[in-house]
């Protein structure tokens, strides 16, 4: 990796709004990838605190790709805006914006690949169903139904309050992730409009989306998933929700705990998008005959 492709923080104005990000931008990139973090963290998510050998960013521009970790809007420099987020159009238009700022005039290489981790899934899909630079989508944390303990546990979670047990869910095993990252040290308030995304995501938006995603996607799930169901059955329904996706692939991480791209496997998975993205950018798979895979 090249000293040019280090991440730097950025904050760019879109419409009078700060928007941050951190940045590993390289020279002639292969393409650009969009990494899109879950509730209650921010962009540092995507360069793992303490091991950069865990990081997305820093192994995405090793291997030629200019990578966006995004303050999700409400986040981040945007803070202080997190209200006039409730509706999800706009939360498309400040994100797509940031990116474009961000990216200039530059090369863009052969397009644009999304990464959503668990309630930034939601912006993810909004973002790749409504842009036509759009190879392809990776989605991880996120399902179509809670575990029994799950749900109840989130249904009693608000902005302010995180219920006894929710950090059971998303940190353990905690022999899976490293030490750095088990101190709070990813930790960021979370944004009131995010009740309205729970509310309606398994149910109601990410079948709707789904259907609408014509590019391909890899759906990644960890084998200590303790929020989202993610057996057989499950992960067949979700395949089935992308019916208009050239490809569908599953991507089962063994070691894993919901949030992936912290843990230990990390490196493992980020390798794994990175050779699913240089799929994408070799062309179309599956035209014909959209297939559904598992990895």
């Known amino acids: 990796m090249t000293a040019s492709a280090a991440p730097r ?6 419409d009078g709004v700060p928007m941050s990000a951190l940045v590993a931008q ?14 209650a963290t921010s962009a540092a998510y995507f360069d793992c605190p303490g091991r ?51 990216l200039g005039d530059g090369d863009r290489g052969a397009g644009l690949f999304i990464v959503g981790h668990s309630a ?37 979670a608000t902005v302010t309050s995180r219920p006894g047990g929710l950090r059971d ?41 789904a259907a609408r995603l014509s590019a391909p996607v890899q759906f990644s799930v960890a084998d200590n998933e303790k929020v989202w169901e993610s057996g057989p059955e499950a992960l067949a329904a979700i395949a089935g929700l992308f019916t208009a996706s050239e490809r569908v692939a599953v991507n089962e991480m063994a070691g894993s705990g919901h949030n992936l791209s912290v843990g230990l496997s990390a490196g493992d998975y980020h390798r794994k998008i990175l050779s699913f993205i240089d799929e994408c950018i070799a062309g179309p798979h599956g035209r014909d005959q959209k297939q559904v895979e598992a990895s």
């Open 120 to 156: 930034g899934c939601e912006l993810t899909l909004r973002m790749a169903t409504a842009r036509e630079d759009v190879i392809g989508v990776e989605l991880a944390g996120t399902g179509l139904r809670y575990t029994p303990t799950a749900w109840t546990i989130i249904r009693d």
């Open 169 to 209: 869910l998303l940190w353990e095993p905690a022999d899976l992730y490293p030490a750095e990252v088990l101190t709070g040290a990813l930790s960021a308030p979370g944004v009131r409009y995010e009740g309205e995304v729970t509310a309606h995501w398994a149910r109601r938006d990410f079948p709707a989306l």
């Open 9 to 14: 923080p950025r904050v760019v104005l879109v």
């Open 26 to 39: 390289v020279p002639q990139p292969r393409a650009i990838i969009l990494a899109v973090h879950g509730g």
């Open 52 to 102: 950069p050998d865990l990081s997305l960013l820093r192994i995405a521009a090793g291997a030629g790709f200019t990578t966006i970790a995004l303050d999700r809007p409400g986040y981040g420099s945007s803070a202080v805006y997190a209200g006039e987020f409730a509706d999800p159009a706009r939360r498309v238009a400040f994100a797509a914006g940031a990116v474009d700022k961000i």
